[in-house]
């Protein structure tokens, strides 16, 4: 990532504090303040910042912590947590959030910057950007597990921006009547959307943490960037880009090109096969010997649906072709048989920015193998040709499956 140190004078006028700047790829875009764990601006925070840059953010993680022990990075050791909570019981919380507005005002002076500017916090940091909603000029504010939201709902009703919380069901730091309360005070309010994550602890979305728990943290993490780009965007055009993807796969069938769509380090992932890969170089290689070259000629993609979020694509369509070579990805293994098939498929696409992150690719395997002739459906709840055929025509009986059926009289 672009990512370097910069200084920003504080706005009591008593000094200068460092802050770590993360560029997206396309090298301009909206801005973020990104407000820290009581770890300090360490990595991972740092990697958090280049992560949102990803997504096409101007990204800046202030050292919050500069009046107590400026630069303070520290790790997850029992020693390093004793420190961590000595600095956050002796944190000044509305210098902290003046600190915030100096970092939202250094931001647009960025020549990188342009439109508007959100907050987006963890732990400490997470009731840093509730306070944000409520004093800065942030257009939104995102807070994970936020500790001490509780005590200040006297100041909802000077909520500004559009605001976001996420809170762990099992959250020590944020027990059952402190989460009721926050749920009863900000809960129905225009701009505001709470999200309660079950059975996982604080810091449910800290990779590589003792409570990380990555199905809730994908979910936060869509919803977080659903209502960035719903306050301050950017909004590539998804659709286009998946299109020009499909056309380097299929029809100009260049890996080169079909990895220029892509992120960094991408991955694919055919569901009912396993293949595809995990990373720049061997999703590359998956492609150059495994994918790209190696569809039939006639390969035909029919769009069916189109369904496009904040974060990602779903595309249903039939995958039509004839099996007259080897198609490693779909069937490894099977020698051409000649037999034409047509199938529905799912693809889920997510998006960083306006690049592909990755591809959830699914469909009837089963299927398939029946329209190739290794699987015989007799006696078998599958079936052949017929799923593609119905998708198109949904007048096609229904039910043929079932033994004990009856149509109704």
């Not at 055009?237 to 079909?258: I, K, P, Q």
Request: aromatic share 10%.
């Amino acid at each position: 990532m672009n990512a370097s140190m910069i200084e920003i004078e504080s706005r009591d006028g008593r000094g200068r504090f460092a802050a770590y700047l993360s560029l997206p790829p396309g090298g301009k875009g909206p801005g973020l303040v990104l407000a820290q764990e009581i770890f300090g601006v360490n990595a991972t925070m740092r990697e958090v910042a280049d992560y949102y840059a990803e997504e096409g953010y101007v990204v800046l993680v202030p050292d919050l912590f500069w009046r107590q022990s400026p630069g303070v990075q520290l790790g997850y050791s029992p020693e390093d947590w004793q420190r961590a909570f000595t600095l956050y019981q002796g944190f000044d919380e509305a210098a902290g959030v003046q600190d915030i507005q100096a970092s939202l005002n250094a931001l647009r002076a960025c020549p990188e910057f342009v439109g508007q500017a959100g907050v987006l916090g963890f732990c400490l940091g997470g009731k840093l950007a509730y306070l944000a909603a409520c004093r800065t000029d942030a257009a939104v504010a995102i807070g994970y597990y936020g500790v001490g939201i509780e005590k200040a709902l006297d100041e909802a009703d000077r909520i500004q921006a559009r605001l976001l919380l996420h809170v762990a069901e099992n959250d020590g730091f944020c027990p059952p009547e402190a989460r009721q309360a926050i749920l009863e005070r900000l809960g129905g309010r225009p701009g505001i959307e709470l999200y309660v994550y079950p059975g996982v602890d604080h810091a449910f979305a800290r990779r590589g943490g003792e409570h990380f728990h990555k199905p809730s943290a994908l979910m936060a993490h869509q919803r977080s960037v659903a209502a960035l780009k719903a306050a301050i965007g950017p909004h590539p055009d998804f659709s286009a880009l998946w299109d020009r993807h499909c056309e380097y796969e299929f029809a100009t069938r260049n890996v080169a090109d079909t990895m220029a769509t892509m992120v960094a380090e991408p991955y694919v992932n055919h569901i009912p096969t396993m293949t595809g890969g995990v990373g720049q170089r061997h999703l590359a290689h998956f492609y150059q010997h495994h994918f790209v070259n190696s569809n039939p000629p006639d390969t035909r993609l029919i769009p069916i649906s189109r369904t496009i979020g904040a974060t990602q694509i779903v595309d249903e369509l039939l995958f039509c072709f004839t099996h007259s070579c080897e198609i490693d990805w779909m069937l490894p293994g099977v020698a051409p048989t000649g037999r034409p098939v047509e199938i529905p498929l799912v693809a889920v696409v997510k998006f960083r920015g306006d690049k592909l992150y990755h591809e959830h690719i699914y469909w009837d395997q089963a299927s398939v193998l029946v329209q190739i002739g290794l699987l015989d459906p007799r006696g078998l709840p599958v079936a052949g040709i017929e799923t593609a055929r119905k998708l198109l025509d949904e007048s096609l009986p229904s039910n043929t499956l079932m033994a004990s059926w009856q149509d109704p009289v």
